[in-house]
T-cell receptor, first 113, second 117 residues
Framework: GQSLEQPSEVTAVEGAIVQINCTYQTSGFYGLSWYQQHDGGAPTFLSYNALDGLEETGRFSSFLSRSDSYGYLLLQELQMKDSASYFCAVREKDENQGGKLIFGQGTELSVKP | AAGVIQSPRHLIKEKRETATLKCYPIPRHDTVYWYQQGPGQDPQFLISFYEKMQSDKGSIPDRFSAQQFSDYHSELNMSSLELGDSALYFC????????????????FGPGTRLTVT
């Protein structure tokens, strides 16, 4: 089976840095993605790691360690608009080479003034 | 830039009725995915299509079926609706990446909020 674990909620203040961790167990693994979802909105893509290491995109960075089945999303210079749910997701490797995503339960980030 | 279009945005049905959700992927995307998201839950993969053929199947009830048409739009058909089917239904589209190194970005539509009463 597949499972992803991430904290259910995180609270931080504006301007701070927050790290959201994700551990996963899957039968096959292509890479780890992160999606942001505001309440009632659609998930939007943030980042993707297929190889070990850090990927940086503006204020957001994502890290992957395949040997540890672990990754994290780092958000810097937090803004109020960053308050949202953040999902890690694994793209599974399967015989059909499909791209279905298996999502974690989501981390609700609350940014306080 | 064109995004994924879903219709209707909101749908209210009674138990045992049927519903049809439509999805229009981003032009030239070859893969369509359907996800179901209950309140406070993560999106659950239902089914996907690559080049109009079903490519993968997840936790989709037998009461649900889906297809992708020649113009690449997709429809999710839901019959014998139950209260538990009330959820947000997202369609996403992407270019299928067959390897593992390419950026894997799925573009999600705004969703259809289905309420079963």
């Amino acid at each position: 089976g597949q499972s992803l674990e991430q904290p259910s909620e995180v609270t931080a203040v504006e301007g701070a840095i927050v790290q959201i961790n994700c551990t996963y167990q899957t039968s096959g693994f292509y890479g780890l993605s992160w999606y942001q979802q505001h309440d009632g909105g659609a998930p939007t893509f943030l980042s993707y790691n297929a190889l070990d290491g850090l990927e940086e995109t503006g204020r957001f960075s994502s890290f992957l360690s395949r040997s540890d089945s672990y990754g994290y999303l780092l958000l810097q210079e937090l803004q109020m608009k960053d308050s949202a749910s953040y999902f890690c997701a694994v793209r599974e490797k399967d015989e059909n080479q499909g791209g279905k995503l298996i999502f974690g339960q989501g981390t609700e980030l609350s940014v306080k003034p | 830039a064109a995004g994924v279009i879903q219709s209707p945005r909101h749908l209210i049905k009674e138990k045992r009725e049927t519903a049809t959700l439509k999805c229009y992927p981003i032009p030239r995307h070859d893969t369509v995915y359907w996800y179901q998201q209950g309140p406070g839950q993560d999106p659950q993969f239902l089914i996907s299509f690559y080049e109009k053929m079903q490519s993968d199947k997840g936790s989709i009830p037998d009461r649900f079926s889906a297809q992708q048409f020649s113009d690449y739009h997709s429809e999710l058909n839901m019959s014998s609706l139950e209260l538990g089917d009330s959820a947000l239904y997202f369609c996403a589209s992407s270019f299928l990446v067959s390897g593992g190194l390419e950026k894997d970005e799925q573009y999600f539509g705004p969703g259809t909020r289905l309420t079963v009463t």
